[in-house]
């Protein structure tokens, strides 16, 4: 079972990030591991809004019941110096607190990240701790 939704505005992240904490309950993920899904989700869906325009798609999934994989999709115009991004540059000049791909990729077990002048997609894994 999956999840999708569109992500347009404030609400839509509410309904995002609702609806990936009951997703994650359901397979008991710690408290340390909710949290950091839940700050995750919230950050990679914000991005949408800030820097794409409110255009984008938000899905979860299961995988099986032992993780999460989170989908975000966005139609800007890419994501430039995703490097300077990735590795924490101090000197990278960022739009707000500029953590939210890098604490995701910090949070998040797996952080994959296709970038073009078509738009942005974000696959993050969380797996469940033993």
């Known amino acids: 079972m999956a999840k999708n ?4 505005s404030e609400n839509d992240i509410f309904l995002a990030v609702n609806s990936v904490r009951c997703m994650a309950n359901s397979i008991t993920f710690s408290k340390v591991d909710l949290q950091k899904v839940i700050v995750s989700v919230s ?4 991005n949408i809004l800030d820097h794409a325009g409110g255009l ?4 979860c999934e299961y ?10 999709q966005d139609y800007g115009t890419g994501i430039k110096e995703i490097d300077k991004i ?15 791909l890098l604490g995701a990729k910090r949070l998040m077990d797996d952080l994959k990240i296709d970038t073009s002048e078509r738009g942005t ?3 993050a894994i969380k797996w469940k701790s033993s």
Do not use: A, Q, Y
């Open 5 to 8: 939704m569109t992500i347009r």
């Open 43 to 46: 950050e990679l869906t914000h």
């Open 56 to 59: 984008g798609e938000f899905s």
């Open 63 to 72: 995988i099986s019941d032992k993780g999460l994989k989170i989908t975000v």
């Open 86 to 100: 990735l590795n924490g540059d101090p000197n990278f000049n960022r739009k707000g607190l500029g953590l939210g």
């Open 121 to 123: 997609t974000i696959i």
